[in-house]
T-cell receptor
Framework: AQKVTQAQTEISVVEKEDVTLDCVYE???????LFWYKQPPSGELVFLIRRNSFDEQNEISGRYSWNFQKSTSSFNFTITASQVVDSAVYFC????????????FGGGTRLMVKP | KAGVTQTPRYLIKTRGQQVTLSCSPISGHRSVSWYQQTPGQGLQFLFEYFSETQRNKGNFPGRFSGRQFSNSRSEMNVSTLELGDSALYLCASSLDDMNTEAFFGQGTRLTVV
């Protein structure tokens, strides 16, 4: 069985602070995919990143960066110099190699960035 | 390129009724998945369709069903609605069935009274 845990249910920061959202996953698969999505108040899930289990290189995209560590089954997400527009719920998700496009989501972390 | 379109956006139904939700995927995408989002259970996978065939099904009762048409548009149906079916139903569109990223619509918010 697969499981994704986002231990931080809510984080509040002041604008320009850096913030890291934690994600820990469980799977028996050797090949799998990890995702992060952002859900603003409008409701749709916005795709941020997809990473396969064989690629442990960290990735940076503007103010966003991701740290994938297979040894600790973690895929953490850092926002540098946070902005009010970053306020949203962020979901980490896991996809098995042999279950089509089915995503197993974590419980989400609500990020509030205050001006 | 148009995104994923879900209709209707909001719906209020009475217990015992049935409801049909619609999803039009991104042009060229052949896989459509459905998810239910509630405050208590979070985001849960309902089912996935690819080329008009159900590929995977989540742990939901038989009252939840779906289908996909030849143009990749999908519908999901919930019969004999219960109060607990109140949720945001999200549709996700993927290019194919090979572990590709999913792009989501804005969802249909269903309220059962």
């Amino acid at each position: 069985a697969q499981k994704v845990t986002q231990a931080q249910t809510e984080i509040s920061v002041v604008e320009k602070e850096d913030v890291t959202l934690d994600c820990v996953y469980e799977t028996r698969d050797t090949t799998y995919y990890l995702f992060w999505y952002k859900q603003p108040p409008s409701g749709e899930l916005v795709f941020l990143i997809r990473r396969n289990s064989f690629d442990e290189q960290n990735e940076i995209s503007g103010r966003y960066s991701w740290n994938f560590q297979k040894s600790t089954s973690s895929f953490n997400f850092t926002i540098t110099a946070s902005q009010v527009v970053d306020s949203a719920v962020y979901f980490c998700a896991l996809m098995s190699n042999n279950a089509g496009n089915m995503l197993t989501f974590g419980g989400g972390t609500r990020l509030m960035v205050k001006p | 390129k148009a995104g994923v379109t879900q209709t209707p956006r909001y719906l209020i139904k009475t217990r015992g009724q049935q409801v049909t939700l619609s999803c039009s995927p991104i042009s060229g995408h052949r896989s459509v998945s459905w998810y239910q989002q509630t405050p208590g259970q979070g985001l849960q996978f309902l089912f996935e369709y690819f080329s008009e065939t159900q590929r995977n099904k989540g742990n939901f009762p038989g009252r939840f069903s779906g289908r996909q048409f030849s143009n990749s548009r999908s519908e999901m149906n919930v019969s004999t609605l219960e109060l607990g079916d109140s949720a945001l139903y999200l549709c996700a569109s993927s290019l194919d069935d090979m572990n590709t990223e999913a792009f989501f619509g804005q969802g249909t918010r269903l309220t059962v009274v």
